[in-house]
């Protein structure tokens, strides 16, 4: 694996940095002997469960409940309904200001009036035990008005169709249309116009740890303290304070480790509400953590997207223009408080993102559906316009006869044409997709896998080949989800003190979910500081310590965060050096930190260990020149200021084989610029992990409903995963193009794979599948699919060879 380095030197290359070093975790050990401490595992005094009764129906008017029998039952506490809780919890809203004409229901912690979804909570069951309070749950007496469910989102806006919420007049959340150029007159003047539908099924996070929380509420000081694995501390805190009428001063939340997040657990919902009103109801520790049932039927949901796109290509390759018309389902209620038309927001912003073409027409609706909501996970939007952008040049190069990665590498945007904008109005500082594709093909060796492909479809074996060229929104700055009216922060802090011994405490605001977030900031810190890695501490997730900042979402930990980190390091290094200038008598220019001690800068020779230093500064300060105060703690923030966004770019490429309708992945490449890289094995791992994620959605997930909105395969026995075994070799290179907004020139990375990874299947299927005239872009590909694919194109008469075996008749 080759790497591109950035050059000349710059103020990153500090005598022993550890930027750009494939330095351990330092949580490493704790987790790998068991020792993590994850919400579940957390008891408290007096702490009791609750099990949430959930709605069977999709959507049901609640006529009665009965619980008297329940009450009864052994060990029960509390019996709770929605209506109940609505005293003490206050419904939200999931809108947003700047996204013009979205809409949304009033969504309480519980059920009131009707349950929208199968498995919207409508009773909570507080025992002392779960075992009790599920007990308890089965004797429970709800009668329900079963009512019209709405599960088809492409109907979901006919005349017929019944209006989920009738205050909102139409089962309309958000419509978004976009013309930029003059795509009509480029469709008329094009040699070729391709069209094609695509299908992107719905799917879910499926973590390790699933969704849990212990929240208490400690009646002698006012104050809640939330246990909860989420990935936004402080956008909690505020939304809690919200709801539950308490000042931000009152509540606490503790986010400690977190065993896989993807974006799931930075939203709001609704059973974890109704947890925090619980304790606040019944004055002491409530605690609920999801089973797998549960997640499936209340994590949120992702993708459920229908597409229509067309491109218009001149005879030589030239695309003129792009056309899009995006239809998504996102449940009954747009999510709090981020919502839900996000994703499609993001499909209208980078279909085509990559390509310099300035004709662009977009229409995205978002519509209500009662099944589970849907909301944003991992490389939000990146997926499916990647893939209907890069479904579609590939199609037009098969109409054309022409190479995939020549028709990329004549429309992709110059390398040397920066800073420019997309046809949305994305502005992109400095992207490099020439030299990622070239540095792609090099990997692979694409001569030599074409060679290999042709000799092999000749002994009928059909292999296919697959690129696809991405952009990736991260480190998302002012211009995000405050200009909405949302409460989250788009800056990051950091707080860096050192002590009497000279080891050093980082308080950051960033937070950490197995993704190495510990380790970036630490390696950050120590370089900056100019200190030994091994006596760095990072604290991360509680709003008691922490700085006020956004957390971790949107790829944004490493380049918020971090140059948060980076900033506060060099101004303790700055205090470190004038406290040892008045010690030493000398200029504090010419000295610096390195290796955990005061050096000539000049020379490298000591001059002072940290532990003296930190002696004299907190037991002997009367030693220090009158007038002068040591200060051994520095506070930094960051948000990105030049650009709303840190565009990254990259390109990924699938060779794979097709036979009996089964995908057997056999090399997969990736190309990622994310600027400078602070750690490689992290970044590595993290591009890794988003591809194996984006297979899944492409070859094996979805969540599969029946017309009644009945989820059919809400389990691990039935929902699909990747395995390590059905996973190829993913080699992973890099070309670095640093920011400019931050001296650490960091960009994000934790979604790449997942953003180009579904395309270069999709297009690797098509290839594989070109000498039968089948096409297929509906995902997940199952073999049921391929098959039928084969079927109808045999049918058509489109094969130019016979059919492969396992092929219908």
């Known amino acids: 694996m080759t790497r591109d380095v950035p050059s000349p030197l710059t103020a990153l290359d500090r005598p022993n940095s550890y930027i750009g070093r494939a330095v351990p975790r330092p949580n490493l050990a704790r987790l790998t002997e068991g020792r993590g401490e994850y919400v579940s595992d957390l008891v408290l005094p007096r702490m009791v469960h609750v099990v949430y009764v959930r709605s069977p129906h999709a959507h049901a008017r609640i ?6 029998e329940a009450k009864r039952a052994k060990g029960v506490v509390a019996v709770v309904t929605g209506r109940e809780l609505a005293e003490v919890c206050t419904p939200w809203v999931g809108v947003l200001t700047h996204m013009v004409g979205l809409k949304s229901a009033p969504q309480h912690a519980m059920a009131v009036d009707r349950a929208c979804w199968q498995g919207e909570a409508v009773v909570a069951i507080v025992a002392r035990t779960r075992a009790l309070a599920e007990d308890a749950a089965e004797l429970v007496e709800i009668d329900y008005e079963p009512l019209p469910a709405v599960t088809d989102m492409m109907t979901a806006l006919d ?18 249309n976009f013309t930029g150029g003059d795509p009509a007159a480029a469709f008329a003047a094009a040699d070729h116009v391709i069209e094609a539908d695509f299908g992107f099924g719905r799917h879910t996070g499926v973590t390790l740890e699933p969704r849990a929380m212990v929240a208490d509420f400690n009646a002698g000081t006012g104050r809640l303290t939330a246990y909860l ?4 501390p402080h956008m909690m805190q505020n939304i809690l304070s919200i709801h539950l009428g308490m000042s931000e001063q009152q509540i606490r939340v503790v ?7 993807f974006g799931i657990k930075v939203h709001v919902y609704a059973d974890e509400m109704a947890t925090a009103a619980l304790s606040k109801l019944l004055k002491r520790p409530v605690k609920f953590v999801a089973d797998r049932l549960e997640s499936f039927l209340t994590d949120i949901h992702a993708r459920d997207h229908r597409l229509k796109g067309r491109i218009a290509v001149k005879a030589d390759g030239t695309i003129t223009a792009f056309e899009i018309d995006d239809v998504t389902g996102i449940g009954p209620y747009s999510v709090y408080p981020r919502t839900s038309a996000v994703e499609a927001n993001q499909v209208v912003n980078l279909t085509g993102g990559p390509y310099a073409c300035p004709n662009y027409k977009a229409r995205a609706r978002v519509v209500f559906q009662n099944k589970t909501v849907t909301c944003q996970y991992r490389a939000v939007g990146h997926p499916i316009a990647t893939a209907v ?3 579609l040049v590939d199609l037009a190069a098969r109409r054309i006869g022409m190479d995939p990665v020549e028709i990329r590498r004549k429309n992709l945007i110059r390398d040397d044409a920066y800073p420019c904008a997309s046809a949305t109005g994305l502005k992109f500082e400095a992207l490099s997709h020439h030299a990622a594709l070239d540095k792609l093909l090099a990997m692979m060796d694409y001569p030599k896998l074409r060679a290999e492909q042709a000799a092999l479809r000749t002994k009928g074996i059909h292999r296919g080949i697959g690129f696809a060229s991405f952009i990736e929104i991260t480190n998302p700055g002012a211009a995000f989800y405050g200009v909405g009216g949302a409460r989250i922060s788009s800056q990051d802090g950091a707080v860096v003190r050192m002590d009497a011994t000279g080891a050093v405490t980082v308080q950051t605001s960033a937070t950490e979910q197995g993704q190495g977030t510990e380790a970036v900031i630490a390696q950050v810190v120590a370089t900056a500081l100019g200190v030994p890695l091994d006596i760095v501490r990072v604290i991360s997730g509680d709003t008691d310590q922490t700085p006020y900042g956004g957390g971790t979402w949107a790829s944004r930990a490493a380049g918020i965060g971090g140059e948060a980190a980076w900033q506060a390091g060099k101004a303790l290094r700055a205090n470190v050096v004038a406290v040892a200038g008045a010690i030493l008598q000398a200029d504090p220019d010419s000295l610096d930190v390195r290796g955990g001690a005061v050096v000539d800068a000049a020379s490298g020779r000591e001059r002072l260990s940290l532990a003296e230093l930190g002696r004299i500064v907190y037991f002997r300060p009367d030693t220090l020149p009158p007038g002068f105060q040591a200060e051994l703690m520095a506070v930094r923030h960051y948000v990105p200021r030049g650009y709303p966004f840190a565009f990254t770019n990259g390109i990924q490429a699938s060779y794979l084989e097709v036979e009996d309708g089964f995908v057997k992945l056999l090399g997969h490449w990736v190309v990622e610029d994310c600027g400078t890289i602070l750690n490689p094995q992290l970044v590595d791992e993290q591009v890794r992990g988003g591809v194996v994620q984006g297979l899944g959605g492409a070859l094996f997930e979805q969540c599969v409903y029946d017309a009644e909105g009945q989820m ?5 026995a039935d929902y699909l995963v990747p395995m390590a075994c059905e996973m190829p070799d993913i080699q992973v ?6 920011t400019a907004d931050s001296e650490l020139g960091a960009k994000g990375a934790g979604e790449a794979g997942t953003a180009g990874a579904p395309a270069a299947v999709m297009n690797a299927i098509n290839d594989a599948l ?15 699919r391929i098959l039928s694919a084969l079927k109808q194109a045999r049918q058509r008469g489109g094969a130019d060879v016979a059919a492969p075996a396992g092929t219908p008749a």
């Open 63 to 68: 006529r009665a409940i009965d619980a008297a």
């Open 389 to 391: 952008t890069e479904g």
């Open 159 to 176: 005349p017929q169709t019944p209006v989920i919420h009738p205050a909102l007049g139409d089962n309309l959340a958000f419509e978004r």
């Open 229 to 232: 694995g989420t990935q936004a």
């Open 255 to 261: 986010c400690k480790d977190v065993g896989g997040s």
């Open 733 to 738: 290179g890099h070309i670095v193009s640093p």
């Open 770 to 784: 070109a000498p039968f005239g089948a096409t297929l872009t509906e995902m997940p590909f199952t073999p049921d």
């Open 712 to 716: 059919q395969n809400a389990s691990m």
